[in-house]
């Protein structure tokens, strides 16, 4: 965790790796996004062969809570009902969807592609991250244009409120035509309702995310 009031966050964007303010992988511009997002892989050390079989929108998000709860005490193999994830982002699965259509358009070597439709809905990207760290909360995406500040406040507050919610993993993943985007955080219910208003949260997520956008 780090020293400061904001949350811990991770981002990816731009080829670059961004965790804590700290860059830790700059990326490379020739890079294709299978590329960048194995090389990103390779990076964290960890051993998950699953990870290959992934669509790109979900090797985008599993890489962000990779870098954001890998070794923390959220990494580890017991169940985590208490811990929910809450991400938006504004393609949906629509990348993995033009994929898997490519498998059924030619009529002559017509094979729709099982491997690549079980990742034609947007929230398998959250289901990928809740079976690497053991979560069984609450999980959700909303598809907008931009991640909604409100939208997302109010959601956690409210699952904090219901008392089954400990910690809420929260956040943008994207990808579509080639381009990985991600922004990853967490809010422990402890920290947030009392020292976390919606003004600290709307400046926090103005100066992690949107800064590590431009």
Request: proline share 6%; net charge negative.
């Given at each position: 965790m780090n020293n400061n009031h904001y949350p811990d966050y991770c981002s990816i964007g731009g080829?670059?790796?961004?965790?804590?303010?700290?860059?830790?992988?700059?990326?490379?511009?020739?890079?294709?996004?299978?590329?960048?997002?194995?090389?990103?892989?390779?990076?964290?050390?960890?051993?998950?062969?699953?990870?290959?079989?992934?669509?790109?929108?979900?090797?985008?998000?599993?890489?962000?809570?990779?870098?954001?709860?890998?070794?923390?005490?959220?990494?580890?193999?017991?169940?985590?009902?208490?811990?929910a994830v809450i991400i938006m982002n504004r393609n949906a699965s629509l990348d993995t969807d033009i994929s898997f259509q490519a498998t059924i358009d030619n009529h002559e070597s017509y094979f729709p592609s099982p491997s690549i439709f079980v990742y034609t809905?947007?929230?398998?990207?959250?289901?990928?991250?809740?079976?690497?760290?053991?979560?069984?909360?609450?999980?959700?995406?909303?598809?907008?244009?931009?991640l909604e500040n409100k939208l997302i406040y109010d959601y956690i507050v409210r699952l904090?409120?219901?008392?089954?919610?400990?910690?809420?993993?929260?956040?943008?993943?994207?990808?579509?035509k080639g381009i990985p985007e991600a922004f990853l955080s967490i809010v422990q219910k402890k920290n947030f309702i009392n020292t976390f208003d919606y003004y600290s949260f709307d400046q926090f997520i103005k100066r992690a995310f949107i800064c590590s956008k431009e």
């Open positions: 080829g670059i790796v961004i965790v804590n303010g700290k860059t830790i992988f700059p990326g490379e511009n020739h890079d294709s996004s299978e590329q960048l997002l194995n090389r990103i892989y390779k990076t964290t050390g960890l051993s998950y062969p699953k990870f290959f079989k992934m669509d790109n929108l979900s090797k985008t998000g599993f890489l962000a809570a990779e870098f954001l709860l890998g070794g923390t005490p959220l990494d580890t193999p017991e169940p985590k009902p208490g811990t809905l947007p929230n398998i990207m959250v289901g990928e991250i809740c079976i690497r760290f053991k979560i069984s909360g609450e999980g959700a995406v909303f598809i907008a244009n931009d904090f409120n219901e008392g089954k919610t400990d910690n809420c993993i929260f956040g943008w993943v994207d990808y579509y």
